[in-house]
């Protein structure tokens, strides 16, 4: 890999602190940050998909990746599969991502305070048994984000698509 490509890759990995006075630089040039957030542990197509449409829902967007001991304290003893920091450069690497944070809370909700995005993105998945609104106990970062009236957009989620599935998938190789 190409010692620029690598540099440039890096360059979208920001601490918290970075990454505020980037998301507050670019809004006063007026662009709209979209946000959010996962464990991206086995990157698959659900995410690609995923992403590229979060992305076009703004000028900019930012991943909130979860820490190791985050992803163990909501997938498990097993995971994560690939550590934060590469999860973090494979992330960045990705051209619909324009930022990329690590964050060691179990949920992203102190991030949203912090960054208070424009737009909020999470998968369909994640739809509460009234249709269209999120399920506020599954996806805490929902009260965050109404609470400073930013926007909340679930997405589609491409059925057969996770990494729990792939998972199972490569656990019943012969």
């Known amino acids: 890999m190409s010692k620029v490509i690598h ?5 979208k990995i920001l601490t918290r602190t ?15 940050c979209v946000f959010t957030n996962g464990c991206f542990d086995l990157l698959h197509l659900g995410h690609i998909r995923y992403l590229q449409e979060a992305r076009e829902l703004g ?13 163990r304290a909501l997938k ?8 934060e920091d590469e999860r973090a450069e494979i992330m960045a690497a990705l051209h619909s991502i324009d930022y990329v944070t690590i964050f060691p809370e179990v949920t992203a909700g102190e991030l949203i305070d912090l960054l208070q995005p424009e737009i909020y993105v999470k998968g369909a998945d994640y ?6 609104q999120p399920d506020m106990e599954r996806l805490p970062e929902a009260k965050h984000v109404l609470a400073y009236d930013g926007e909340i957009r679930l997405l589609a989620y491409l059925p057969h698509h996770s990494t ?6 490569i656990k019943r190789l012969p």
């Open 18 to 32: 970075e990454l505020a006075a980037e998301v507050q630089r670019r809004r006063q040039a007026g662009e709209r």
């Open 59 to 71: 000028d900019f967007l930012v991943l909130g990746l979860n820490s190791d001991d985050s992803v």
């Open 76 to 83: 498990g003893p097993t995971r994560p599969l690939v550590s």
């Open 7 to 11: 540099e440039l890759t890096q360059q």
């Open 164 to 169: 729990t599935e792939l998972i199972a998938k």
């Open 127 to 132: 739809v509460g048994a009234q249709g269209g």
